[in-house]
C-alpha cells in the first residue's frame, strides 16, 4: 500500500496585472497556498487552496487554509492509504468541518499523485475528457469604463477571450447600469457581456438592476443577492428572462439541492475549491445536470495548478453551456508553472501532461514564497 508520507504548505504571495475591483474589496495580489504531498513510493502530488481578498469573500483565508491543513488535516492524513480518495474526503470532512478550500488542495495532491502513479492523467481517472478546451471569460474589474473597454478591445484583437464578466455591486445600481451598457455597447456582437454582483443588491436593487441589465444586452447575471436570501434568488429567476446564476451559495452537495430545488438559480458557477474538491464539485454538477440548471466553469482567481484541477474535472463534463472563466493565472504578473496553460481562440486548453497536466517551477515558488514552507511529518 502506497501512503501520505509528508505535506508541505507555502503561501505564494503575486501581485496582479492590475487592481481587480469587486465588490467586497479591490485586489493588488493574490496569495496561493501550495501544498506538495510526498509518498511512501516516492512519488509526489501538488494541491492549490486559493480564496480572494484575505477574508474579504468567504470564510478561509490563506492563513486559515495553512492552518486548518498544518494543524488538523496534515496530521489526520499522514500514513494514510493514498489512493483511497473517497477515505480521505470522508475523514477530512470529519476532521476539519467547513474549510472546503483546504480540503480541495488536499484532494487536488492526492488526484495528481494518485494518476502520476497510473501514469495517467486525472480526467482520464475521472472517465475522459469530453473537450480538449473550453470557452473562457475574463473579467473586467479596472474599476474604470474606459479603461474596462480598452481591456475588452485588445482581448478581442489577440483572441483571448469573447466572453466579458464585469464586476459590479460597488457602485450603486444606477451608476453600474451605466458602466455595463457602455462596455455592452463598445463591445456589440463581437463578444458577450455578463456581470457578477457578489451578493451586493437587496431584492429591490435587483429589480430594477436585472431588468435594466437585460435590457443593456446583458445574457447573466451572477449572485446578485446575498448567499442567504435564497427565497430572493428564485423570485429573480422566476421574474427575469436574463439567465441568473449562483455562486457563493454553493458550499458544496447539499447547498446546490438546496438552491436546485428552490428553483433559485438558471446556472451553477462549478468552484472545485468552493465546492470542497472535485469530487464534491462533481456532485454538485450532477445534481445542477438533473434539475436542469446549466453550468459554468467558475475560478476564485486561482493559479496554475487549481486552475489545471478545474480542467481535468470540466472537461469531462458533456455541457459546459455556460463555458468557463478560468482565467487564474493571467491576472499575476508572474507564472509558477514550468509550461503555463495554454489560452488561445478564445479558450483555455485541457494541460497535456501525466496527473493534473502541470509541474511546478520551483524557483518560482522559492521566489514568492512568503515564508519559507513548513512540513507535517509523519
Ligand atoms: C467570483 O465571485 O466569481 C471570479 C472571477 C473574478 O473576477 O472573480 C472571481 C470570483
Ligand atoms: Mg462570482
Given at each position: 500500500?502506497?501512503?501520505?508520507?509528508?505535506?508541505?504548505?507555502?503561501?505564494?504571495?503575486?501581485?496582479?496585472?492590475?487592481?481587480?475591483?469587486?465588490?467586497?474589496?479591490?485586489?493588488l495580489?493574490?496569495?496561493?497556498?501550495?501544498?506538495?504531498?510526498?509518498?511512501?513510493?516516492?512519488?509526489?502530488?501538488i494541491?492549490?487552496?486559493?480564496?480572494?481578498?484575505?477574508?474579504?469573500?468567504?470564510?478561509?483565508?490563506?492563513?486559515?487554509?495553512?492552518?486548518?491543513?498544518?494543524?488538523?488535516?496534515?496530521?489526520?492524513?499522514?500514513?494514510?492509504?493514498?489512493?483511497?480518495?473517497?477515505?480521505?474526503?470522508?475523514?477530512?470532512?470529519?476532521?476539519?468541518?467547513?474549510?472546503?478550500?483546504?480540503h480541495c488542495?488536499?484532494?487536488?495532491?492526492?488526484?495528481?499523485?494518485?494518476?502520476?502513479?497510473?501514469?495517467?492523467?486525472?480526467?482520464?481517472?475521472?472517465?475522459?475528457?469530453?473537450?480538449?478546451?473550453?470557452?473562457?471569460?475574463?473579467?473586467?474589474?479596472?474599476?474604470?469604463?474606459e479603461?474596462?473597454?480598452?481591456?475588452?478591445?485588445?482581448?478581442?484583437a489577440?483572441?483571448?477571450?469573447r466572453?466579458?464578466?464585469?464586476?459590479?455591486?460597488?457602485?450603486?445600481?444606477?451608476?453600474?447600469?451605466?458602466?455595463?451598457?457602455?462596455?455592452?455597447?463598445?463591445?456589440?456582437?463581437?463578444?458577450?457581456?455578463?456581470?457578477?454582483?457578489?451578493?451586493?443588491?437587496?431584492?429591490q436593487?435587483?429589480?430594477?438592476?436585472?431588468?435594466?441589465?437585460?435590457?443593456?444586452?446583458?445574457?447573466?447575471?451572477?449572485?446578485?443577492?446575498?448567499?442567504?436570501?435564497v427565497?430572493?434568488?428564485?423570485?429573480?429567476?422566476?421574474?427575469?428572462?436574463?439567465?441568473?446564476?449562483?455562486?457563493?451559495?454553493?458550499q458544496?452537495?447539499?447547498d446546490?439541492?438546496?438552491?436546485?430545488?428552490?428553483?433559485?438559480?438558471?446556472?451553477?458557477?462549478?468552484?472545485?475549491?468552493?465546492?470542497g474538491?472535485?469530487?464534491?464539485?462533481?456532485?454538485?454538477?450532477?445534481?445542477?445536470?438533473?434539475?436542469?440548471?446549466?453550468?459554468?466553469?467558475?475560478?476564485?482567481?486561482?493559479?496554475?495548478?487549481?486552475?489545471?484541477?478545474?480542467?481535468?474535472?470540466?472537461?469531462?463534463?458533456?455541457?459546459?453551456r455556460?463555458?468557463?472563466?478560468?482565467?487564474?493565472?493571467?491576472?499575476?504578473?508572474d507564472?509558477?508553472?514550468?509550461?503555463?496553460?495554454?489560452?488561445?481562440?478564445?479558450?483555455?486548453?485541457?494541460?497535456?501532461?501525466?496527473?493534473?497536466?502541470?509541474?511546478?517551477?520551483?524557483?518560482?515558488?522559492?521566489?514568492?514564497?512568503?515564508?519559507?514552507?513548513?512540513?507535517a511529518?509523519?
Amino acid at each position: 500500500m502506497v501512503t501520505i508520507d509528508k505535506i508541505t504548505t507555502r503561501i505564494l504571495d503575486i501581485p496582479t496585472i492590475r487592481g481587480h475591483v469587486l465588490s467586497v474589496t479591490t485586489m493588488l495580489s493574490q496569495a496561493l497556498v501550495l501544498v506538495e504531498m510526498r509518498f511512501s513510493d516516492g512519488s509526489v502530488g501538488i494541491g492549490e487552496g486559493t480564496t480572494i481578498g484575505g477574508l474579504n469573500y468567504c470564510a478561509e483565508s490563506p492563513e486559515s487554509i495553512r492552518s486548518a491543513i498544518d494543524t488538523y488535516l496534515a496530521p489526520a492524513l499522514i500514513g494514510l492509504d493514498a489512493d483511497n480518495l473517497n477515505a480521505a474526503r470522508v475523514l477530512m470532512e470529519k476532521v476539519a468541518k467547513g474549510n472546503p478550500i483546504a480540503h480541495c488542495a488536499l484532494e487536488m495532491a492526492l488526484w495528481d499523485g494518485f494518476a502520476r502513479r497510473r501514469d495517467m492523467a486525472v480526467h482520464e481517472m475521472l472517465g475522459g475528457a469530453q473537450h480538449k478546451a473550453l470557452p473562457c471569460a475574463w473579467t473586467l474589474a479596472s474599476g474604470n469604463s474606459e479603461m474596462d473597454i480598452a481591456e475588452a478591445e485588445e482581448m478581442l484583437a489577440t483572441r483571448r477571450h469573447r466572453i466579458f464578466k464585469l464586476k459590479i455591486g460597488k457602485r450603486d445600481v444606477a451608476g453600474d447600469v451605466a458602466h455595463v451598457a457602455a462596455i455592452a455597447r463598445a463591445v456589440g456582437d463581437r463578444g458577450e457581456v455578463r456581470v457578477d454582483v457578489n451578493q451586493a443588491w437587496s431584492l429591490q436593487d435587483a429589480r430594477y438592476g436585472c431588468r435594466a441589465l437585460q435590457e443593456a444586452g446583458v445574457t447573466l447575471i451572477e449572485q446578485p443577492l446575498r448567499m442567504t436570501d435564497v427565497e430572493g434568488m428564485a423570485k429573480l429567476t422566476e421574474g427575469f428572462e436574463v439567465a441568473i446564476m449562483a455562486d457563493e451559495v454553493l458550499q458544496g452537495p447539499l447547498d446546490a439541492m438546496r438552491v436546485a430545488r428552490a428553483g433559485a438559480a438558471d446556472v451553477f458557477a462549478i468552484k472545485i475549491g468552493q465546492s470542497g474538491g472535485l469530487l464534491r464539485a462533481s456532485e454538485v454538477m450532477s445534481i445542477a445536470q438533473a434539475a436542469g440548471i446549466a453550468l459554468y466553469g467558475g475560478t476564485m482567481l486561482e493559479a496554475g495548478v487549481s486552475t489545471a484541477a478545474a480542467m481535468q474535472l470540466f472537461s469531462t463534463v458533456e455541457q459546459m453551456r455556460w463555458g468557463t472563466e478560468l482565467f487564474g493565472p493571467l491576472l499575476l504578473t508572474d507564472e509558477i508553472l514550468q509550461t503555463p496553460i495554454e489560452y488561445k481562440d478564445f479558450m483555455i486548453h485541457l494541460p497535456q501532461g501525466k496527473g493534473l497536466g502541470v509541474d511546478l517551477d520551483p524557483e518560482q515558488v522559492a521566489k514568492y514564497d512568503r515564508d519559507n514552507g513548513r512540513t507535517a511529518l509523519r
